[in-house]
């Protein structure tokens, strides 16, 4: 059975950085891309971008203020996002694209989720 | 990016009665045979779970009361009997293009 795990600071205050890790177990972690997502308290999803060995993708809404990076030998990926705000305020997802790579996407396989406050 | 607008945003049924969402994108979602939609149900405090996939395939486990037709810009999410486990609020997702991007979600609740 696949399981993805957040980890990290659940506060963080304004202009600093955000870091969280998802470590996955139980599948082959090479053959996937891994995506993380968020979710502001009350309201819907929002994709922030996805890792494929050193292929990355992200949304462009966050600015350059994000950077995922990869450890393959630890099952593991992360996430940075600088100058956080308010607005970052949100419960942020890791997932598992269980589609074919580079043709299809889709979420099968998701964390439970790691709430995360931006807050002096 | 592309837009999705789902409808409708609150969604009462009773059940053992069917239930239908629909799902409208900016753009067509239909390249190389391929329908770039899939929908997710996230059931309260819970993360979001697949239910179909590129347009009209199940996840492993859903209930095949569940279905997902249509293609283009043009989507629906048909469940042919409500049960109380399918409360929660649903999704629909498009990956034609980067960035992803989610419909608003439709609250279904139990009458």
């Known amino acids: 059975q696949v399981q993805l795990q957040e980890s990290g600071p659940g506060l963080v205050k304004p202009s600093e950085t955000l870091s969280l890790t998802c470590s996955v177990s139980g599948d082959s972690f090479s053959s996937y891309v891994w995506n993380w997502l968020r979710q502001p308290p009350g309201k819907g999803l929002e994709w922030i971008g996805h890792?494929?060995?050193?292929?990355?993708n992200y949304n462009a809404s966050l600015r350059s203020r994000a950077t995922l990076s990869v450890d393959t030998s630890q099952s593991r990926f992360s996430l940075k996002l600088t100058s956080v705000t308010a607005a970052d305020t949100a419960v942020y997802y890791c997932?598992?694209?269980?589609?074919?790579?580079?043709?299809?996407?889709?979420?099968?396989?998701w964390g439970q989720g790691a709430l995360v406050t931006v807050s002096s | 990016d592309i837009v999705m607008t789902q409808s409708p945003v609150s969604l009462p049924v009773n059940p053992g009665e069917p239930a239908s969402i629909s799902c409208r994108s900016s753009?067509?979602?239909?390249?190389?045979?391929?329908?770039?939609l899939d929908w997710y149900l996230q059931k309260p405090g819970q993360s979001p779970q697949l239910l179909i996939y590129l347009g009209s395939n199940r996840a492993s486990g859903v209930p095949d009361r569940f279905s997902g037709s249509g293609s283009g810009t043009d989507f629906i999410l048909k469940i042919s009997r409500v049960e109380a486990e399918d409360v929660g609020v649903y999704y629909c997702m498009q990956t034609q293009e980067a960035p992803y991007t989610f419909g608003q979600g439709t609250n279904l609740e139990i009458k």
């Open positions: 753009q067509s979602l239909h390249i190389n045979g391929y329908k770039k």
């Open positions: 997932a598992r694209d269980g589609g074919q790579v580079g043709t299809t996407t889709y979420f099968d396989y």
């Open positions: 890792i494929y060995h050193s292929n990355i």
